[in-house]
């Protein structure tokens, strides 16, 4: 069973930077896939951005490419996300998630989630 503690949130004025942590618990080896998506209130869930398996690809929604950079520390099971130049619409609990099956960075974003946080509140406000 996967656990995960996600910090990092807050309130930040548009245009201003986060970065959010999550360090993952019960992983039996460095060979999973992870990933960050998060939840605005009345919407389905969306995949932010992702790292594969096998830590060769990085994947990221259309709507935080080259805004946001994802990266991880296998050394100390926590995976980052550098949030730059953010917007209001970037408003919402972002929890990270992981899957212990060979997935490609896309595939992670993707496909249903299989064990994930509870989330930390990102909020972007003048």
């Known amino acids: 069973q996967l656990q995960f503690v996600e910090s990092g949130g807050g309130l930040v004025r548009p245009g201003g930077s986060l970065r959010l942590s999550c360090v993952v618990s019960g992983v039996t080896s460095d060979y999973y896939a992870v990933g960050w998506f998060r939840q605005a209130p009345g919407k389905e869930h969306e995949g932010v951005s992702c790292?594969?398996?096998?830590?060769?690809?990085?994947y990221y929604s259309d709507s935080v490419q080259g805004r946001f950079t994802i990266s991880r520390d296998n050394a100390k099971n926590t995976v980052y996300l550098q949030m730059n130049m953010l917007q209001p619409e970037d408003t919402a609990i972002y929890f990270c998630?992981?899957?212990?099956?060979?997935?490609?960075?896309?595939?992670?974003?993707?496909?249903?989630?299989?064990?994930r946080g509870q989330g930390t509140q990102v909020t972007v406000s003048s």
């Open positions: 998630a992981a899957d212990p099956l060979p997935l490609t960075s896309q595939l992670m974003c993707k496909l249903p989630i299989s064990y």
């Open positions: 790292i594969s398996s096998d830590d060769d690809s990085t």
